[in-house]
């Protein structure tokens, strides 16, 4: 049983702050959505947590099992168990898929300064792949294609889902590009997001629409504007948020204090 706890998290981007106080708990076992308009900040939360330069946290801690993860190295977070995903992941010409991931989750098995290799056994590392690739339906083909280099948006998604199935995070965070993903490839992302979960693994998951929830069900939904949680409910939120948009809990969120000082 895991713990990832945001507490109070400011983050600025070259001195605008972006981010005005996130509080948010996510135990191993639960999906948590977090939905928000254009520009509200979503993005910057997960940049944050993986520890993005340009995103400056200047106030507030994430802690992982009550441990410090901003005080570490990034590779490190990776080691802890933090897995991320972008909305707009990087190409890395000249590295082939397969490669990629066998380095990856070497990577995520080593300790550093440390000579003795822990690598995943060759062997254990193909039928693993093997496996994985059966489950997601991802074609063979893919393994020898440079990473995230010409792929379509469905395409660098359907290797997002396969990366998180390889390495097992304790914690995952997503980032999600639903729109420019077609109904088949959204519904493959998200059965293979679902089918991730578990009682030993916590996921957040950005996202703009209510579409992807509809296949995978949060246990959480918050909804993030101008840097801040303005509500948290169940899956019916989501619900009420695609049928009413955003301006309703803007609308609540700014009448609220004229509204409880106008009391008798
Ligand atoms: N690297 C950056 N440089 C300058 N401004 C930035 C940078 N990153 C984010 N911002 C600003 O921070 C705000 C929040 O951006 P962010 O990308 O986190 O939003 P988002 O909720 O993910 O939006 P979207 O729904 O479009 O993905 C925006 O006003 C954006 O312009
Ligand atoms: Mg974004």
Do not use: C
Request: neutral net charge; without cysteine.
């Amino acid at each position: 049983m895991s713990t990832l706890e945001i507490k109070d998290l400011h983050v600025s981007v070259e001195d605008k702050e972006i981010l005005k106080g996130i509080d948010l708990v996510v135990q191993s076992g639960e999906v948590h959505a977090i939905m928000g308009p254009n520009g509200s900040g979503k993005s910057t939360l997960s940049l944050a947590i993986m520890g993005h330069p340009r995103y400056r946290v200047t106030n507030g801690t994430v802690l992982l099992d009550g441990a410090d993860l901003l005080a570490i190295p990034v590779d490190a977070r990776a080691r802890k168990g933090l897995f991320l995903a972008f909305q707009y992941p990087s190409a890395i010409p000249g590295v082939s898929v397969a490669n990629f991931l066998r380095t990856a989750i070497n990577a995520r098995r080593s300790t550093p300064g440390v000579e003795k290799k822990n690598d995943m056994p060759i062997p254990q590392f193909r039928k693993l792949l093997a496996e994985k690739m059966k489950q997601l339906e991802v074609p063979d083909d893919f393994l020898k294609r440079a990473v995230n280099d010409g792929f379509s948006g469905g395409e660098k998604k359907r290797l997002e889902t396969l990366q998180m199935h390889m390495f097992q995070p304790t914690f995952a965070i997503l980032d999600e590009t639903d729109s420019g993903l077609d109904i088949d490839a959204l519904r493959t992302i998200a059965t293979g997001i679902e089918s991730l979960r578990g009682p030993d693994i916590g996921i957040l998951l950005i996202t703009h629409y209510e579409r992807i929830l509809r296949y995978v069900q949060p246990d959480f939904v918050h909804v993030l504007v101008d840097g801040r949680i303005v509500r948290t409910g169940g899956r019916e939120l989501a619900a009420e948020l695609e049928s009413k948009g955003y301006d309703f809990v803007r609308e609540e969120l700014y009448k609220e204090p004229s509204a409880a000082g106008a009391k008798p």
